[in-house]
């Protein structure tokens, strides 16, 4: 490298060239960059974290009651066929001595008495109030009462009859499952839920 002499016999060494560091729109851009990514990770771990950790809520039966109006416990017995936490709104209800031939059989007779829990739909209707009495028996002489009984007993001695005695024998322990779900659909129309039903009597002679 050369050296330049100045007027008075000194040397003067060459001036280097500056070195340039980042440009300043060079570095905001990548801390701008960064932010993002950054940002983006927050975000896809949020939403990844509230797929597996948050609970998803359910169809249930709750949701499809509340648009109804009424609560999950209006239109049937908890888990279908157990008793209402609330056993007072429960009434029961027998059907009485059934009497018929089973199918192709004149000469033999079948007589099925079953017992039914029931509630009301609506515990504030002012019709179904008056179908249960003071201490909460059922009145049978109560016109909605005496229109579902007539309406269950033609219903019931139909389907027992469509049987031989042979079937109704071997499906003996399968008839209340059987008689609750011809009923429920009747029940209904009475603004009524059906629970269990329990065979109280059952003889073939």
Known sequence: MSTETNVDGEKQE??????????????IGAAVGVLVIVMLGVVLGVVVASKFIM?????????????????SNSGEFESEGRMLKN????MLLETGRITTNPKGEASV???VNFGMEFKKLDPDNEELKKIAGAEGEVDHENPIMKKLMATMR??????????????????????????KKE????????ELALGNVTIQEFIIQ
């Open 183 to 190: 009923l429920k659909p009747i029940f209904k129309e009475y």
């Open 109 to 111: 007779f079948v007589v």
């Open 154 to 179: 033609g219903k019931l001695n139909n389907m027992l009859a469509s049987y031989t005695k042979d079937e109704l024998l071997a499906k003996r322990g399968e008839l209340p499952e059987m008689v």
């Open 14 to 27: 060459p001036l280097k060239p500056e070195k340039k560091g980042m440009s300043m729109p060079l570095m």
């Open 87 to 90: 056993l007072h709104e429960v």
């Open 55 to 71: 609970p998803q809520p359910a169809a249930t039966h709750e949701a499809t009651a509340a648009k109804s109006g009424h609560s």
